[in-house]
């Protein structure tokens, strides 16, 4: 249990387009999505807690206009990052809280790896 | 001083041999903390969680925290190559919702 996934896998892609990542909680009802990004070599820096049908909180110094989230629904949460930068290629992963577990633990998904030409 | 500090490492372990991963807190009022393991190139996946002061164990891991020094700590019987990987301490603190606060990793290499 517990299992969400991530679409796509990986995404090359010119500067100045646009890039959607999917994020789905598989097997149960996520309360909170969260999305993170890593650079290589680097820990995990939170961008934006989402949370279905209200408007995701994001984190100090991340561009809500550049960084785009919906969440859709208890299952779906989706990441845009639009006129996307070489600057933006780094790895990104969301991680979903399953609904009704005490300690709320963030079960990740397998990420999203963004390059930008 | 950073809110969640672990020593990067690397801390390389001879197979069999007994793996302690150290994490300390800034937050004295933090609730849940979280042991993840990484891949290189994967996302992390949970080892396991503890928020009472004392062990934990879960097979070959366990966790110990201690909250009157804000310290946490992960310890790995029996280490396999398998568990080369970097481990990420991560850390709910008060008022912080359901936010985590990841370390940057111990990267540990367990060697043959």
């Known amino acids: 249990g517990a299992v969400v996934s991530q679409h796509p896998s990986r995404v090359i892609c010119k500067s100045g387009t646009s890039v959607k990542i999917e994020c789905r909680s598989l097997?149960?009802?996520?309360?909170?999505m969260f999305w993170y990004r890593q650079f290589p070599k680097q820990s995990l820096m939170l961008m934006a807690t989402?949370?279905?049908?209200?408007?995701?909180?994001?984190e100090q110094g991340v561009e809500k206009d550049k960084f785009l989230i919906n969440h859709a629904s208890l299952t779906l949460s989706t990441l845009t990052v639009t006129s996307a930068h070489p600057e933006d290629s780094s790895f990104y992963i969301c991680s979903a809280t399953l609904a009704g577990e005490v300690q709320e633990t963030q079960y990740f998904g397998p990420g999203t790896r963004l390059l930008v030409l | 001083q950073k809110e969640v500090e672990q020593n990067s490492g690397p801390l390389s372990v001879p197979e069999g041999a007994i793996a302690s991963l150290n994490c300390t807190y800034s937050d004295r009022g933090s609730q849940s903390f979280f042991w993840y393991r990484q891949y290189s190139g994967k996302s992390p996946e949970l080892i396991m969680f503890i928020y009472s002061n004392g062990d934990k164990e879960d097979g070959r891991f366990t966790a110990q925290l201690n909250k009157a020094s804000q310290y946490v700590s992960l310890l790995i019987r029996d280490s396999q190559p398998s568990d080369s990987a970097t481990y990420l301490c991560a850390v709910k603190k008060t008022g912080g919702g359901n936010k985590l606060t990841f370390g940057t990793g111990t990267q540990l290499k367990v060697e043959l």
């Open positions: 989402s949370n279905e049908g209200s408007k995701a909180t994001y």
């Open positions: 097997d149960f009802q996520a309360t909170t």
